[in-house]
């Protein structure tokens, strides 16, 4: 049977947001938190990438390493997986993740950092730091560790990385974000100019999440809540990745303005078309190329031999 016109229409990416609004479309007012999550480790579950799944504590943290074959024992990348603080998991992200393990020929250690609403702001930020202190504790130095992260997973990125410099630790090597949701007041200009070409974040949804994370009576402009405000200098080499369609694009534009004008070294990369964490769908040949790109960009900074092709 020939193709219709409407079915050569269908991209890649109409194909996610569908996969996304089916979802949503499952749930109501009246759908538990408990049931979210199960829902969401569902729609994504799988891995499709070679790598071995070591279920692991690090440090009381309930994780999962990722390892690819021939993988360094001296190098990892943390990973922070996205959703709001509100749902997420290793398992919901273990094909990214794997994905990332597999093009960087790097360990990724991914984290079950608790949610919110039952543990709010700071815990996901402790279980972050716990993870990180974990690695060190394995014998790893500071320069073999980076971090990684999508959108309330970029967010932690940053919030430990400033939360480690609070404290006078030794920070990672670099740190790569996809979609970060930096900015929990949501008051970047894209929340009214991708309004319409977001198929599915919305401010309100945003702002409730904030609530959902920091309580009623939390501070949205806390610089570890919101790392867009905090003092973004003598940070490692940051790579953020970000859709153009999104409604927080201009949580990565933003902040990688403000992260260079504090003197930081930012890569940023807006990519057209592209919907949040767009990573997170292999079928998408751009979510292909960013993974490499990002491989590139974790294997110079942890100085893992650039022999292995990403792919």
């Known amino acids: 049977m020939a193709n219709t016109g409407d079915d050569i229409a269908i991209t890649p990416v109409d194909r996610a947001i569908e996969r996304l609004r089916a979802i949503y479309r499952g749930w109501s007012r009246d759908t538990s938190v408990a049931q ?18 070591e279920p692991v504590s690090a440090g009381g943290v309930d994780g999962e390493w990722l390892v690819p074959p021939g993988a360094p024992r001296d190098k990892a990348i943390l990973y922070f997986h996205g959703g709001g603080f509100r749902i997420g998991s290793v398992a919901s992200h273990r094909d990214l993740a794997a994905r990332i393990a597999d093009a960087s020929g790097c360990r990724v250690l991914s984290i079950n950092y608790r949610l919110a609403p039952e543990n709010r702001f700071p815990a996901a930020l402790d279980d972050a730091l716990t993870a990180y202190r974990y690695l060190r504790d394995l014998g790893l130095r500071p320069a073999d560790i980076t971090f990684a992260g999508d959108s309330a997973g970029g967010n932690l990125v940053l919030a430990a990385m400033l939360a480690a410099r609070e404290r006078g630790l030794p920070l990672p090597a670099a740190g790569a974000l ?9 008051s970047g200009a894209s929340y ?25 009576d939390g501070d949205v402009s806390d610089p570890l809540a919101s790392p867009l405000y905090a003092d973004l200098s003598r940070l490692p080499p940051l790579l953020v990745q970000v859709g153009d369609r999104e409604t927080v694009r201009d949580d990565s534009v933003d902040l990688a303005a403000r992260a260079k004008a504090a003197g930081g070294e930012v890569e940023l990369q807006v990519w057209d078309g592209m919907i949040h964490v767009f990573q997170m769908f292999p079928e998408i040949p751009q979510a292909r190329e960013a993974i490499a790109s990002l491989a ?6 942890l100085h893992i031999g650039h022999e292995r092709a990403p792919q």
């Open 36 to 53: 979210m999550r199960s829902d969401w480790d569902a729609a994504f579950a799988g891995c499709a990438a070679t790598v071995t799944c």
């Open 192 to 216: 009214q100019s991708r309004a319409e070409a977001d198929p599915i974040h919305q401010r309100a949804m945003i702002l409730a999440l904030a609530k959902n994370y920091l309580g009623k």
């Open 178 to 186: 996809m979609s970060p949701w930096t900015d929990l007041t949501a």
């Open 296 to 301: 590139v960009f974790l294997r110079n900074h």
